[in-house]
């Protein structure tokens, strides 16, 4: 017979397998304690984890849906109309704090008519009241007027014009700075009032944005945004031409779809202002 690596090697003599190919046995006396199993005795009174584990899942199962119902208090946590999401809630608030302006004006011209009935005030005194309130914007202003309109581009709007790059979300949107500069641009041409929406501005509104909403005096906005002057309408579109920060957002509208329009309206009446004007910052100086 030939010898083979798996057969042992003996000698010419016949003295028995070579010592140098005698190997250590397959299995050490701890890898066999390691793989033998307990004993039926070991098994019934050893620690079982997995039983822990099984009674701490249906522990926490049992709070979740105590959590749940909780919460619920028998209705449709996902469905329910009364939980109203937030952009519901802004746009109910807004809704009545514009009923509240109507309220407001209505009581305003009440107390007025009866301030002028026995004010006790002279003809020059009322004339110099008179100016004061229209300047201050609380009374109707009648005119010609134009309306700018300013819009969001297309979602899926691209570049219009080449050596631009492709629009990131923010140069689709009309941003606070856009609705000031007009605004700004207006005034700057003579204007004898402003509307905002369907709102009239006076010295201390402040036009700002959230998100992609206008929120002006309390009430909250989504575009298109008008926004109508009563003045000379060509010294007004001249004034919206020059101001730097219009020439800037006209780039915006030819590349990537801003929207921008500027109508002339005729003769138009202005409402006054209706909301408080009572200053809670402000202090007279001294």
Known sequence: MS????????????????????SAPEHSTASSRAETPPSPHDRRGGFRPVR?????????????????????????????ASL?????LIQERSQKNGELDESNGVLRDDVESLAEADDGSTRAQDDKLAGLEKNAGTQKVK???????????PPNATAKLPGYPEPQPDYLVIHQQDLQAVVNALWQGGAQ???????????TSAVRCVGNTLILQGRVYSPPYKIQAVGDPEKLQQALADAPAIQNYMVYVNVYGLGWKVTEDGAVTLPGYSGTVDLHYAKPVE
Do not use: C, E, H, Y
């Open 3 to 22: 010898n083979s690596a798996d057969s042992p090697r003996t000698d010419t003599t016949g003295s028995g397998p070579d010592p140098a190919r005698v």
């Open 52 to 80: 822990v584990l099984t009674v701490g899942v249906f522990a926490l199962a049992g709070l979740l849906f105590f959590t749940s119902f909780n919460t619920a208090k028998g209705t449709n946590i996902r469905t329910d």
């Open 84 to 88: 109203l999401k937030l952009s519901d």
């Open 143 to 153: 005119g010609r007027a134009i309306t700018v309109t300013l819009n969001d581009a």
């Open 193 to 203: 009032g402003i509307k905002v929406m369907d709102q009239r501005l006076i010295s």
